[in-house]
């Protein structure tokens, strides 16, 4: 005889519960598409919003029958936080739907393997791509890396190891700076180098600007991920008589290293489709520069810009694929972040 | 016979201390001196916005954020006359703003008691995922969007607001035209900023205390009366912080408004117009074409949003560390 208990969930929908949803959802689907037949109302937003209030009306008769008003209220708070979920969804969805839809028509290989320099945007699809945008662009990239990541994880490194008496302020700082707009980084380092010294827009400029905007966001994720290494890991590395130095960088940051790239990649999604700064700093230019201190250069955002303002549908395709590989990246850089973050909280 | 004595030398006693190493001087020197970047590019900022705007500040003094009229002219003695005035952009500037965070505030706070409380886990884990790409997707995306799939859709619905709500001041237009106003701008903010409200109003929720909760199931509470009773008053001051943090950016944001706003200097309270301002859109509209001292005066203009914003994020941090105990 066996006697094992089985655990029971009396708070789970019952069969009863789970039918009287479903009919009530049937009951509105009719009720939507019946109004917007008899009515002058017309369109998917006719049907969603018919949908819903009548969805809302029919159940919270079942709950009012069943439960009172209390009933009808806690209902009516399920539904509504739906309905914001549901429009979230909704705009995300849109977004990422008309990019690929639109983008696609303009993707081909010349698209990506040639530059605009025998090209204008107004040319038929087809004739020239965007292969220099996409080296200024990882050119950009590499350089805001190389000035950020120092100030990033070194300032990360004083707010959770050192912890010196001006952590609270340069806290502050950090969060404060990573208030600052995208247009006024730009104008920054237009104000300050290219109006007072002989540089003028390059690559260069640019990753200046998008290094202000990329360190608070590398700082940040960068603190989070070494304030979970444990404390036993830094006090064991001290016992065996370690020093500071030696215990950081033998122990804490090894420990943290998938956790610091994740911080770094996050720096990167967050500037690689700034566009702002760079109307500022690099100039435009046709084919690939791969000298970042002289000369102007290219980038996907600034190429989308461009295609935005020229106006004509080409110029407008162009700039919908061009944003199109640009989400592609983003979209990279987004998944490497999560899984190799995933991987660091784990451990 | 006598044993020589033994002669024993005592080694000096040693010396503790406090001090650190060498090796550890230096790294915390580097990383102390480090860690002060922020304060030097924050105060860079401020300096050479200052320097390069100074001579549009001082010539039009007061003037540059009271009056709304941005003109060059040349007199008739070949002298040039110029207006520059911040009024109608920083009128248009809060109006957007506030519109899109009263849009966005509801459906963000909506959207995160659905995500603590009522989502199952999978679709949960799904959503999070979602919402965090949004908040990576680059804002010229959110430009190009707005424009082309967002607009058509903005201008039926203002023309439903138009006809039914028409007779208040706000919802009436004295042309029909509907296209590129402050109401679609702000729109578009709000779907900007949302991710933004919602992360840290969820990170507020899920620290509801659990003792609490359960107080308030044990009473006999539904969910609805739970979250009212509970969740609502402490994430309170969390939703405040997240909603002057979205504030924040979208007082800063530039190309996505400037696909969408038709920049006209002239304030502007009809948000149903096509006739709106935005200071960091209105600077990258000028840029092209401006001259020595028209440059100088968006230089000043970006010190004015400079400061806008650093206000913003001072109040909106110190909201947020207050109510967030894990620090964001």
Known sequence: ?347 | MSVAASTKVTPPARVITTKPRVSDQIFRAIVTVFSFSALVILSLIALFLLIQGFSTLREQGFGFITHFEWSITTDDSGKEVAHFGLQAMLIGTVIISFLALLLAVPIAVLTALFLTYYAPDSIKKILVTVIDLMAAFPSILYGLWGYFVLMPMAIYWAKLIHKWLGWIYIFDVPQPIFARSPFIASIVLSIMIIPIITSVSREVFSQTPLDRVQAAYALGATKWGMIRAVVLPYGAGGVVGGSMLGLGRAFGETVAVYSVLNIVFRPNYQILFTQGGNVASMIIQKWGEAGKSEVSALIAAGLVLFILTLLVNFAANFIVSRSVKSGR
């Open chain 1, 1 to 347: 005889m066996s006697s094992i208990v089985k655990p029971t969930k009396p708070w789970a929908a019952s069969p009863r519960d789970r039918a009287i949803t479903a009919l009530s959802i049937a009951i509105s689907v009719v009720v939507s598409f019946a109004v917007v037949a008899a009515t002058p109302m017309k369109g998917k937003l006719a049907y969603a919003f018919i949908f819903f209030v009548s969805w809302i009306a029919i159940d919270s008769l079942f709950a009012f029958y069943r439960l009172g008003v209390k009933g009808v209220r806690n209902g009516l708070a399920e539904k509504i936080t739906l309905i914001g979920a549901l429009i979230v969804s909704a705009a995300v969805f849109s977004i990422l739907w008309t990019t690929i839809y639109k983008g696609t028509k303009g993707l081909n290989l010349a698209f990506v393997t040639q530059t605009m320099r025998e090209a204008s945007i107004f040319d038929p699809i087809g004739k020239g791509g965007i292969l220099h945008s996409i080296v200024g662009t990882l050119i950009l990239i590499a350089l805001s890396i190389l000035f950020s990541v120092p100030m990033g994880i070194l300032t990360a490194l004083y707010l959770t190891e050192l912890k010196g008496r001006a952590s609270a302020l340069i806290q502050f700082l950090v969060q404060a700076m990573s208030g600052v707009p995208s247009v006024v980084a730009g104008l920054f380092i237009y104000a300050a180098l290219v109006l007072t010294t002989p540089l003028r827009s390059s690559a260069f400029l640019g990753a200046l600007a998008l290094t202000i905007l990329m360190v608070p966001t590398v700082t940040r994720t960068a603190q989070e991920v070494l304030n979970l290494v444990p404390r036993d890991l830094r006090e064991a590395g001290l016992a065996m008589g370690a020093t500071q130095w030696k215990t950081v960088a033998l122990v804490v940051v090894p420990a943290a290293r998938s956790g610091l790239i994740t911080a770094v990649i996050l720096g990167v999604a967050r500037i690689a489709g700034e566009t702002a700064p760079l109307i500022f700093t690099i100039g435009a230019f046709d084919s690939i520069n791969w000298n970042p201190v002289k000369g102007e250069s290219a980038s996907i955002p600034t190429i989308i810009w461009r295609g935005l303002l020229g106006g004509s549908p080409e110029a407008v395709q162009r700039a919908w694929s061009a944003i199109l590989v640009l989400l592609i990246l983003v979209l990279l850089l987004f998944v490497a972040a999560r899984s190799l973050g995933n991987r660091a909280m784990k451990k």
